[in-house]
């Protein structure tokens, strides 16, 4: 069983910055793609980026493209997301969640099998 632990959220002005971070536990880190989604209120979940289970292929959500960054360390088990250049459209409750079956990783929420619990991001104008 996969566990997953986000942290890094908090509230910030329209411009700034914040670091997330989601630690993993369990079997097969190293195996997993991940992938980073968010949800705002009203809304549904949306797709902002993903990296494949080596690292060496990432993909992002075209209203992240330039700003956000994923990377991730296999020696920690942890992903992350850089966010930086930050506005209040990206107000949002930000989940990581991993994948066994998509060595790439997917936009499709539905493709990945553990979700961690989420962190409020609050941009402020």
């Known amino acids: 069983q996969v566990q997953l632990v986000e942290s890094g959220g908090g509230l910030v002005q329209a411009g700034g910055s914040l670091r997330l971070s989601c630690a993993a536990s369990g079997p097969a880190f190293t195996s997993r793609a991940l992938g980073w989604f968010r949800q705002a209120p009203g809304k549904e979940r949306e797709f902002v980026a993903r990296?494949?289970?080596?690292?060496?292929?990432?993909f992002y959500a075209e209203f992240v493209k330039g700003r956000f960054t994923i990377s991730r360390d296999n020696a920690k088990s942890t992903v992350y997301l850089q966010m930086n250049s930050l506005n209040p459209e990206d107000t949002a409750v930000y989940y990581c969640?991993?994948?066994?079956?998509?060595?790439?990783?997917?936009?499709?929420?539905?493709?990945?099998?553990?979700w961690g619990q989420g962190t409020q991001v609050t941009v402020s104008s």
């Open positions: 969640a991993a994948t066994r079956r998509y060595k790439l990783g997917s936009e499709n929420n539905d493709h990945y099998d553990y």
């Open positions: 990296i494949s289970w080596s690292g060496g292929s990432t």
